[in-house]
Structures are given as structure tokens and as C-alpha cells.
């Protein structure tokens, strides 16, 4: 049966769809049968898939994306788990029901968080979320400053939100929109560029962490 990892953010202009993507692929190129589910009526990931499929077809190292209604999560994550080692949820923002039938169905929920007091701030509600369903989660921290570490307090700030972090974190880098623009990912452009490198690094921390 498949692990689930629902990719939640209750706060528009995180990455969500965008991290996706990376990881849908790193996990297919690393020998693993992905799907991923689009429950974002933007269908922003939908729409890459299909750039993609243009590419690439409907090859054993390319991610299937499904689109449906955030409400028959659950029946697709039924259907798809038996055949699949990763089904991979892109939840939406500001849908609290759609994102709780997200997270409900998930072994893991990954949450990325930009490291600004704003965007820390508003991941709280999505947290709380995700404690309400009791499920196991993990922030990831995504459009990182490539050349500034995170300041003593910006980094108290994510660690007060009291959930586990993933220890690869994810740069500010224009080659993740680029490629993604292209029906392509950082990985597929330059596989040991450092953006590859690190949703490489995600993609095994996620798969190792405990569920």
C-alpha cells in the first residue's frame, strides 16, 4: 500500500504546488511509482502535468496526476493506493474543508513555511488544523535566502510553532518556477545543480522519516 503525504498551507504563496512537483518527480526518478492528486480548483499542478506528459509520456519514471474535488479525496487515495508506492496530495488554501479531508487522509503532512514572521505567523491556523486530525506532520522550510542564514530569532520563531522541521531546506532559487514553466523540474534541468541537490535531500529525509 502506498504512504500518503498530503502537502498542506493554509496561507497562499507558500510553494505548495511548486514543491509538488520537485518531489513527485525526485521520488519517480528514485524508482518509486507516484501519484498525485490536484485538489487546488487552480489546478496549477494539473496543468504542469500536462506540459510534462507532452515531454516525457506516460513513462515509469513520471509522476500520474489526478485532478477531483478536495471532498472525494479519500475514495482516490483508496483507489490509487493498492497500485502506487507515494500518493502525493497538493491541498488548497483558504478551503478548510477540502484542506482537513487533505490531511486526514495523509500518513504524513508536509507544510512549507517561508522563514518570515508573516508567513510563521499564518501557518499556526494550518497547524492547528493538523493537530485536530491528529495527524503526524513536518515543516519544510521553503524559499530559504541562498546567501543569509536564518537569524537566532527567525529560527526561534519556526521552532515556537512546536512542530518537527526537515533538516534539508528548500532555497530561494529561480531555477524550482523556471523549469516548472517548462512542464519540467530542477532535477530534470541539472540534477546536481543545488537546487536538485536539496529536493533530493527532502525527497529521502520525507521517505525516512517515522510515520
Keep these: 500500500?502506498?504512504?500518503?503525504?498530503?502537502?498542506?498551507?493554509?496561507?497562499?504563496?507558500?510553494?505548495?504546488?511548486?514543491?509538488?512537483?520537485?518531489?513527485?518527480?525526485?521520488?519517480?526518478?528514485?524508482?518509486?511509482?507516484?501519484?498525485?492528486?490536484?485538489?487546488?480548483?487552480?489546478?496549477?499542478?494539473?496543468?504542469?502535468?500536462?506540459?510534462?506528459?507532452?515531454?516525457?509520456?506516460?513513462?515509469?519514471?513520471?509522476?500520474?496526476?489526478?485532478?477531483?474535488?478536495?471532498?472525494?479525496?479519500?475514495?482516490?487515495?483508496?483507489?490509487?493506493?493498492?497500485?502506487?508506492?507515494?500518493?502525493?496530495?497538493?491541498?488548497?488554501?483558504?478551503?478548510?474543508?477540502?484542506?482537513?479531508?487533505?490531511?486526514?487522509?495523509?500518513?504524513?503532512?508536509?507544510?512549507?513555511?517561508?522563514?518570515?514572521p508573516m508567513d510563521v505567523w499564518a501557518t499556526r491556523p494550518t497547524l492547528g488544523l493538523i493537530q485536530q486530525e491528529r495527524r503526524p506532520s513536518l515543516l519544510v522550510l521553503n524559499r530559504v535566502p541562498t546567501r543569509a542564514r536564518l537569524t537566532t530569532r527567525m529560527e526561534a520563531e519556526v521552532r515556537a510553532l512546536g512542530a518537527p522541521i526537515a533538516a534539508a531546506q528548500i532555497g530561494s532559487r529561480i531555477a524550482y518556477a523556471a523549469s516548472i514553466a517548462e512542464g519540467l523540474t530542477a532535477i530534470d534541468v541539472a540534477p546536481e545543480s543545488a537546487a536538485g541537490m536539496e529536493i533530493a535531500a527532502l525527497a529521502d529525509e520525507i521517505l525516512r522519516h517515522p510515520l
Excluded at 485532478?67 to 507515494?86: C, F, H, K, M, T
Excluded at 488548497?92 to 522563514?115: C, F, G, K, N
Design 1 to 116: 500500500m502506498a504512504r500518503v503525504f498530503t502537502i498542506a498551507q493554509q496561507k497562499g504563496g507558500a510553494g505548495k504546488t511548486t514543491l509538488a512537483a520537485h518531489l513527485a518527480v525526485a521520488w519517480a526518478k528514485s524508482g518509486h511509482k507516484v501519484a498525485v492528486v490536484d485538489i487546488d480548483p487552480q489546478l496549477s499542478l494539473t496543468m504542469w502535468f500536462q506540459l510534462r506528459r507532452r515531454l516525457f509520456g506516460n513513462g515509469p519514471s513520471n509522476p500520474t496526476v489526478s485532478q477531483i474535488s478536495g471532498w472525494r479525496a479519500r475514495g482516490e487515495v483508496d483507489r490509487l493506493s493498492p497500485n502506487y508506492d507515494i500518493v502525493l496530495i497538493d491541498s488548497p488554501p483558504h478551503m478548510e474543508i477540502e484542506a482537513r479531508t487533505a490531511v486526514r487522509v495523509a500518513h504524513l503532512v508536509l507544510v512549507p513555511v517561508q522563514p518570515s
